[in-house]
């Protein structure tokens, strides 16, 4: 039997409002993390706790994976969720990583990713903003999949300054390997064996 998620978002596309109140499928962010784990147990044949990184830094989380059946949004399976809870055990933040690199079947279905913005230097990510949280986005062609998360307004100030870091240390890490390849080639060119 299929599964198709309904997305319903209870803001407004243009201006972004109450993001608290955004679902992405049966994640609601502030859902109770006993009813949000009960939908990843009947979901997924995987779920697992781990404590991972979420942009280079500690992070724990709970892991569906390997859908029990045909899980999917609007027709484009989903593969993997990530869902991570504050003190109060609520949803704060919810990741989902859709087998799809057809962004606008992603725009279609998820309205709100029309307005991310993409980020210099960062790989491909897209992200937007409201005054309760965050979505950010990006396409993985290597991969074969997109990843959408949404964040509430305390977890998106962490976000924010964490993914800065990261792009950081990622263009440090990028210049470094291109001065490897510079260096590689002039040697090769000075026919050194």
Not at 101 to 127: C, F, I, Y
Request: charged share 25%; hydrophobic share 40%; glycine share 6%.
């Amino acid at each position: 039997m299929k599964r198709t998620l309904p997305l319903l978002f209870a803001c407004a596309i243009f201006p972004l409002q109450a993001w608290s109140a955004l679902e992405v499928g049966e994640f609601t962010l502030g859902m109770p993390k006993s009813q949000a784990l009960a939908i990843l147990q009947q979901q997924f044949g995987e779920v697992e706790h781990f404590t991972g990184y979420h942009y280079q830094v500690p992070t724990e989380f709970y892991q569906g994976a390997k859908p029990k059946a045909d899980y999917n949004l609007g027709g484009l399976a989903i593969s993997q969720v990530k869902a991570v809870f504050n003190e109060a055990d609520q949803l704060r933040q919810v990741e989902v990583q859709l087998d799809t690199t057809d962004e606008a079947r992603v725009q279609q279905l998820l309205p709100m990713t029309k307005d991310a913005r993409p980020v210099p230097d960062s790989g491909g990510r897209l992200e937007a903003f409201s005054a309760d949280g965050e979505l950010v986005y990006w396409v993985s062609r290597n991969w074969d999949w997109t990843v959408v998360t949404i964040a509430d307004k305390a977890s998106s100030a962490g976000n924010i300054t964490a993914r800065a870091e990261s792009d950081k240390k990622f263009a440090q890490l990028n210049r470094k390997f291109d001065k490897l390849i510079e260096t590689a080639k002039a040697v090769e060119g000075n026919g050194a064996p």
